[in-house]
Structures are given as structure tokens and as C-alpha cells.
């Protein structure tokens, strides 16, 4: 499959995943939700306001797109960048459902007489700058964007990490059998991790289909958020990877939307927001630490761990910004690690993982050895035995005696 169909596919599955999210019931006026708000309890977000709310952070938000008059997000809502450059417009139905409801789980500040009413975000000081990097499923153009703006999810996050953004928020993937790894998208992941930006992901809503792996979520660096209930088990949707790396609240959210009334939904979509708003909070703590540290943080301090410290399921447990805030205080900030661009070994393959490799200089490495097998045969052949110097005996390694191993973690769901 060329890599231009295989990104058609990731933004096509990345759609069918957001349609849950902005399903359910509708509360219309949004009087007395912030009742209902069980995520910001379990994720004990009162604690973590003690200490701030987000300001100063900015939180790109790359979806399809946020409406920024939206009574529960004016004051926090400046800038953006559309990549996809078509489709629906402001006041049409097909148009920002998912990335409005994804920017007030992270800054939703209410609205009415002394904020509330509507949906209150985890983190209602922060900034949001929207970056709109595909379609809603129901966009009449959607074929076309794909077609056209394939490179828009990698563009979208290089452009965010230049422009500010200090998390950065991918509340879509691919989760279908033919997910794949994007050479340009992790390019870019690493480059906004080097520029100082966390980013947050979605693990998938493949649990009851096969637990596929889901991209960008599976890409080194990434916080990659699974989805819980009330009770702070695994939803049933949620997908059980080794790439994990906490949980958060995914199930019955209420969710704002730009036709002013509000929904109740579910996804990794909504865990991987409330997981970057968290990291909102702690990133206004702790502003000198890297994202490597941040994601460490969030790992180590989260909560309902699950047995052995860490599972496929919910990675090392719910998000608490609360405990991260505190243990933040006793970490020295260092950089990022790897710098950009580079890795101890590589992942995914060339650049231009499109193309079809030629011989190259495995061919030729091929040639010589062989060559040189020949050789040894024929002087074995004539009675020839090689020795090696005994100072020298100590380092030869046989093919197989080394260790091995893989990326991924150790355990299951």
C-alpha cells in the first residue's frame, strides 16, 4: 500500500473513531451539568486547583476544528490554523462537534452567573489554540480532504510546536487492522517533543474489536491515554496496548457542542483530553521540566494502579495532576532526551518509508561477505585452520549470544 493510501486510511479510521464521542443525550442551556461532572472528582481536579488552573499553558488542540464563541470557551480560545482549508464553515452542523467538545473537557470555564452553568474543564485557565487538521464524518468533503490534505496531521502538529503550544492534543488514530506507523507523523511528534511540547494521544476505541494498535498513540514519546469508568475500570472500548501509559475518565462525559446544547459521550478521545489538561496543570507548576519528565510524572503518581505497577489495559494507572503537582516540586528539570531527530535506534524505518528500497549498501555488504565465505572454504578445503590471538578471544561474539528484546512493556489487562 503507497504511503498516500495508507494515511488516507489513518485519517478515515481517525473519523469513524470521533462519531461515539458526540453521541447521547442532549442538556440543553447547560444549567446545573457541573454537578454531573464526575471525571473532575475522580481526577481529583479541586486538589490540583489549589495550587493553578493552567494559566500561562497553552493547549493546541488538533481536531476538526473548536468554535471559539462558544459561551463555555470565548475567553480561552485565540488563534489557530486551519490545515484542511475546506468543508463545512462556521454555523454548519458538520463542523467542530469534536474538537468543541474535546476543548471544553480540557478549558471549558462555564458560563451564567459566576460560571455555572455549561461544562467546566480540567483545566479552565488554559489557552486553547485550535488547529484543525481533518473532517467531521458527516462532512460532505471528507473524501476530498483526504485526497488533498493528507499531510495535514503532521503539518498540523510541526505548526503548533512553532507556534506556542506547550501540549498538544490528538484526540484521533487509527485503530482498524491496517494501523501503521507514518514516518512524517513521527517526524513530527519528535519534533514538537524537541521544541519542549508533551503530546497526548488517544490509546483507541478497538477494545471490543481486536485491540488493534492505534497511531499517533503508539509513537515513542507520546502520552498514550486509555479510557475508565465510574469505578475507574477499563471501559470496554478502550484498547488494551503495551503502549498505555495512564488512564483517564472515557465514559458518560458531558460534552459541549457548537449547537449550544451538550451531550453525554464516550471515547479515549475525551480520556486523552482530560489527560492534557492535566498535564496543563502541571506543566503551569512545573514550566522547566520536559516532556520525557512530564510524562514520567504523570506515570509514576498515577492512581488505582493496577497489580505489578503497570497493565495494557490502563497503563500505570488513572491520572491524579494533584499528586503529580506535588512530586513535580522534588524533581530537578533536565532536557529533553533524545534531543530531536534522533533516537538510540530507529523505529519506523526510512523517512520516505513510500519509496521502494534498492540494494543500496545491503547488497553490497552481501556481496563481500559472501566473497569472503568463499574464500575461508576453499583455504579450510586446502587444510588452512585460522587462529585467534588469545588477547582476542574474549571479545568474539557468536551470532545469537547477545541479548535481544523489544519496545513494548511486560504484563497484560
Known amino acids: 500500500m503507497s504511503r498516500l493510501l495508507r494515511t488516507l486510511t489513518t485519517l478515515l479510521c481517525a473519523l469513524l473513531a470521533l462519531a461515539p464521542v458526540t453521541a447521547g443525550t442532549a442538556h440543553a442551556q447547560g444549567a446545573g451539568l457541573q454537578r454531573e461532572e464526575w471525571a473532575l472528582r475522580a481526577l481529583h481536579a479541586k486538589e490540583a486547583w489549589k495550587t493553578t488552573k493552567g494559566r500561562g499553558i497553552t493547549v493546541a488542540v488538533l481536531d476538526t476544528g473548536v468554535d471559539g464563541s462558544h459561551p463555555d470557551l470565548h475567553k480561552n480560545v485565540s488563534g489557530g490554523k486551519d490545515m484542511v482549508g475546506m468543508g463545512?464553515?462556521?454555523?454548519?452542523?458538520?463542523?467542530?462537534?469534536?474538537?468543541?467538545?474535546?476543548?471544553?473537557?480540557?478549558?471549558?470555564?462555564?458560563?451564567?452567573?459566576?460560571?455555572?452553568?455549561?461544562?467546566?474543564?480540567?483545566?479552565?485557565?488554559?489557552?486553547?489554540?485550535?488547529?484543525?487538521?481533518?473532517?467531521?464524518?458527516?462532512?460532505?468533503?471528507?473524501?476530498?480532504?483526504?485526497?488533498?490534505?493528507?499531510?495535514?496531521?503532521?503539518?498540523?502538529?510541526?505548526?503548533?510546536?512553532?507556534?506556542?503550544?506547550?501540549?498538544?492534543?490528538?484526540?484521533?488514530?487509527?485503530?482498524?487492522?491496517?494501523?501503521?506507523?507514518?514516518?512524517?507523523?513521527?517526524?513530527?511528534?519528535?519534533?514538537?517533543?524537541?521544541?519542549?511540547?508533551?503530546?497526548?494521544?488517544?490509546?483507541?476505541?478497538?477494545?471490543?474489536?481486536?485491540?488493534?494498535?492505534?497511531?499517533?498513540?503508539?509513537?515513542?514519546?507520546?502520552?498514550?491515554?486509555?479510557?475508565?469508568?465510574?469505578?475507574?475500570a477499563r471501559a470496554a472500548f478502550s484498547t488494551r496496548r503495551w503502549y498505555a501509559t495512564v488512564a483517564a475518565p472515557g465514559k458518560d462525559i458531558l460534552i459541549a457542542d457548537p449547537d449550544r446544547s451538550y451531550y453525554q459521550g464516550w471515547g479515549t478521545s475525551a480520556a486523552a483530553a482530560f489527560t492534557s489538561g492535566a498535564v496543563a496543570l502541571v506543566r503551569a507548576a512545573h514550566p522547566d521540566l520536559s516532556p520525557a519528565q512530564i510524562k514520567e510524572l504523570i506515570s509514576d503518581t498515577a492512581g488505582h494502579t493496577p497489580q505489578g505497577g503497570r497493565s495494557d489495559a490502563v497503563g500505570t494507572g488513572v491520572v491524579d495532576p494533584a499528586a503529580a503537582i506535588e512530586m513535580g516540586s522534588h524533581i530537578e528539570p533536565r532536557e529533553q532526551q533524545p534531543p530531536v531527530g534522533k533516537y538510540s535506534k530507529e523505529y519506523f524505518g526510512s523517512a520516505d518509508s513510500g519509496d521502494e528500497a534498492g540494494p543500496g549498501w545491503f547488497a553490497t555488504l552481501a556481496a563481500v561477505l559472501g566473497a569472503l565465505l568463499i574464500g575461508v572454504a576453499f583455504a579450510v578445503h586446502r587444510g588452512f585452520t585460522p587462529r585467534v590471538p588469545p588477547r582476542l578471544r574474549s571479545r568474539v561474539r557468536l551470532p545469537g549470544s547477545g541479548s535481544g528484546g523489544g519496545r513494548g512493556f511486560p504484563g497484560g489487562p
Open 88 to 232: 463545512a464553515k462556521k454555523g454548519d452542523r458538520a463542523w467542530a462537534r469534536h474538537g468543541t467538545a474535546m476543548a471544553g473537557i480540557i478549558a471549558g470555564h462555564g458560563h451564567g452567573k459566576g460560571g455555572k452553568d455549561g461544562v467546566l474543564g480540567i483545566a479552565p485557565e488554559a489557552r486553547i489554540l485550535p488547529v484543525r487538521v481533518l473532517l467531521e464524518d458527516t462532512d460532505p468533503q471528507r473524501a476530498k480532504a483526504r485526497g488533498e490534505r493528507n499531510t495535514a496531521l503532521a503539518d498540523g502538529i510541526r505548526w503548533a510546536a512553532d507556534h506556542g503550544a506547550d501540549v498538544i492534543n490528538l484526540s484521533l488514530g487509527d485503530d482498524s487492522s491496517a494501523a501503521h506507523p507514518d514516518a512524517r507523523e513521527d517526524a513530527a511528534v519528535r519534533y514538537a517533543l524537541g521544541k519542549g511540547a508533551v503530546v497526548v494521544a488517544s490509546a483507541g476505541n478497538g477494545g471490543e474489536d481486536g485491540d488493534h494498535v492505534s497511531y499517533p498513540a503508539a509513537y515513542p514519546g507520546v502520552i498514550a491515554v486509555a479510557a475508565v469508568d465510574r469505578n475507574g
